[in-house]
């Protein structure tokens, strides 16, 4: 195997992980808060390219998954939102089946974060007030896809486009698209992952209790 081979070669990539572990003694008291801390160290110290890209899978009633990435919009102690089109095939299976998962995948600095939780749409004014902050771009491309949906090509997608860039010119308000809203995922567990030596890593995982507090767990990497 030359060495231009052996790069490629899935088999042979092994990067050794951290030594800094996570202890249940550094852990904030809500998964949110310990989030909170891991999203500024991604963003800040990681200079992480979009620390807010998320894995979002979901499954339909038959319990078959697809995945797909997401951008994190919004997060507290309700719960992680994302913006996305009602129509398209996530919002189809979070009709028929609201439970999700959330992984983050912040490989450059050895951690996943990985929310498992039940999605429930955000309120018409909240999504309102987040479709106003976005470029107005943006705006009208939430009215031209119909995400999801199989097209010929994309004459008609960038005819479309063009014809809302007319009707609405920059600056103008757009309305908000009835089919295009938030989720907000409320936790039922989160998994904290970090990547120590020796594929011996640390992985705490924080399951809501019945009374609202969260016990917090270990398991075996
Ligand atoms: C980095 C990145 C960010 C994305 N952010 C969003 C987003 O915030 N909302 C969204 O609906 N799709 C987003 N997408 C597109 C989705 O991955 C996906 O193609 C789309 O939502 C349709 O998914 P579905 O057909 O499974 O419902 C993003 C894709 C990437 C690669």
Known sequence: MTDRDAALDPASMRKQYRAEGLAEADLAATPVEQFARWFKEAAIEGHLFEPNAMIV?????EGRPSSRTVLLKHFDEQGFVFYTNY????AGELAENPYVSLLFPWHAMARQVIVTGVARRTGRDETAAYFRSRPHGSQLGAWASAQSSVIADRTDLDATYTELA????????????????????????????????????????????????????????
């Open 87 to 90: 129509d398209s095939r996530k």
């Open 57 to 61: 899978s979901t499954a339909d009633a």
């Open 166 to 221: 007319a009707r609405y010119q920059e600056g103008e308000q757009v309305p908000v698209p009835p089919n295009w809203g938030g989720f907000r995922v409320a936790p039922g567990a989160v998994e904290f992952w970090q990547g120590r030596e020796n594929r011996l890593h640390d992985r705490l995982r924080y399951v809501a209790e019945a009374d609202g507090s969260w016990r917090v767990e270990r398991l075996s990497p």
